[in-house]
């Protein structure tokens, strides 16, 4: 007879298992950050170790809870643990450093191939690519003739989200890229609302574009 409550229970160790995984790995990459990028990691305060271990642990949980026990979790995994000194880096220092973005695409590439090639889904990995090709030139286009603030930083980083959210289908990366707009709009308007009125020069989208990913990814099947 099978135990429902014993498989809940195994499902929801599983779970907690990857969230610190994922936290031990959040912590080893960002040590890994301010040893490399000195100039951009920023304090490397306890409270600043906490908050990392708790948004690593947390994102890395709930990627577990979405995937499971599938081959595409360890790139997902990835891009939860990327996205946390990235997302702190852009907020501080409005830039989004090449050798993050670079090993977050290339890996991607790489574990979502693997996957891809374990399940025997190659289209799934063709739009992946597709989708990395399309947000990034949607971006270039966007930045090029606009002045909404959107940098070169922020074209690159859609290549790494276009890819992930194409991989898991056409409507996960129209949402992704429709909501990262959004939540862009919303923290600018936080931003002059904060400065009574007056619009900042700069404005970090990256963390908007990396939240949009991530809630797409997490909340669409």
């Known amino acids: 007879m099978f135990d429902t409550a014993a498989a809940g229970s195994a499902s929801a160790l599983s779970i907690v298992g990857i969230g610190l995984a994922g936290m031990c790995l959040g912590l080893i990459a960002d040590a890994l950050v301010r040893r490399g990028l000195p100039r951009l990691a920023g304090d490397a305060s306890w409270r600043a170790g906490i908050t990392t271990a708790a948004a690593t642990f947390i994102l890395s949980a709930l990627l577990a809870w979405r995937?499971?026990?599938t081959a595409e979790l360890p790139a997902y995994v990835l891009l939860g643990i990327f996205a946390v000194p990235l997302a702190r880096i852009d907020i501080v220092h409005h830039l989004l450093p090449n050798r993050l973005v670079g090993p977050l695409l290339g890996a991607g590439f790489a574990l979502l191939g693997s996957a891809a090639l374990a399940a025997g889904a190659a289209g799934?990995?063709?739009r992946g690519?597709?989708?990395s090709v399309i947000l990034f030139f949607f971006y270039l286009v966007l930045a090029?003739?606009?002045?909404?603030?959107l940098g070169m930083g922020d074209v690159k980083l859609a290549a790494p989200l276009g890819l992930y959210l194409g991989y898991l289908g056409w409507t996960q990366l129209f949402y992704g890229g429709a909501l990262a707009f959004v939540a862009g709009g919303l923290a600018s308007a936080v931003l002059i609302a904060k400065n009574r009125g007056n619009k900042p020069q700069e404005v970090a989208y990256g963390p908007s574009m990396l939240a949009a990913g991530l809630a797409?990814?997490?909340l669409l099947p």
């Open 129 to 131: 690519a597709a989708g």
């Open 216 to 218: 797409v990814i997490l």
């Open 144 to 149: 090029m003739t606009s002045r909404n603030g």
């Open 67 to 69: 995937f499971g026990a």
């Open 124 to 126: 799934d990995l063709i």
